[in-house]
């Protein structure tokens, strides 16, 4: 098995056993991401709980164990998502890359790369699940540091999916405060 393979293999059979010690209170599993903006999102974590995968712009990932939904969705449930942005591969420093010959100049771009990185914080409500079979969590990281979520088990981009944000959308100029 790959390693990649094996590890979501691990994340997905320890989700098992935590949803069976759980019993019928409560739904366990994965911690997904969208990330639909230019920044990578360097990691983040769902009500304390490390998603672990870095997410470069544009993309999907994740894949970290657990996130555990109640059994019953209640009125103003929400969750609490910690995430650090930085450069990505796809921002105008990464073609700045000037190679390790150079260390003056290497050093000089790496700390340009760290000096981009951003803490964030922010509590989002779960949407009403009720009736509905219940997959984890998917963060969808939006410009200007907004967030939605998501407990469906449809694939982004399906037309079952509840979230029907295009994964590229274009950077606002400014953001509201």
């Given at each position: ?61 994740g894949g970290a164990c657990c996130y555990i939904a109640p059994q019953r969705w209640q009125p103003g449930m929400t969750v609490r998502v910690d995430w650090e942005t930085g450069a990505s591969g ?88």
């Open positions: 098995m790959p390693t990649s393979l094996a590890f979501h293999f691990r994340a997905a059979m320890l989700c098992a056993l935590t949803a069976a010690t759980l019993g019928q209170n409560a739904h366990a599993s994965t911690i997904e991401a969208i990330n639909h903006t230019h920044w990578a999102i360097n990691r983040f974590s769902v009500d304390g709980r490390s998603a672990i995968d870095v997410i470069g712009a544009y993309q999907g990932g796809v921002s105008p420093l990464a073609y700045e890359f000037p190679g390790f010959a150079d260390r003056p100049k290497y050093f000089a771009w790496k700390e340009r790369v760290r000096a981009q990185k951003r803490q964030h914080s922010k509590v989002v409500p779960v949407p009403d699940y009720t009736g509905q079979k219940v997959c984890g969590i998917t963060v969808h990281f939006l410009p200007c540091d907004e967030l939605q979520v998501t407990t469906s088990c449809y694939a982004f981009g399906s037309p079952e999916y509840p979230i029907k944000t295009a994964l590229h959308l274009p950077e606002p100029q400014s953001c509201p405060q």
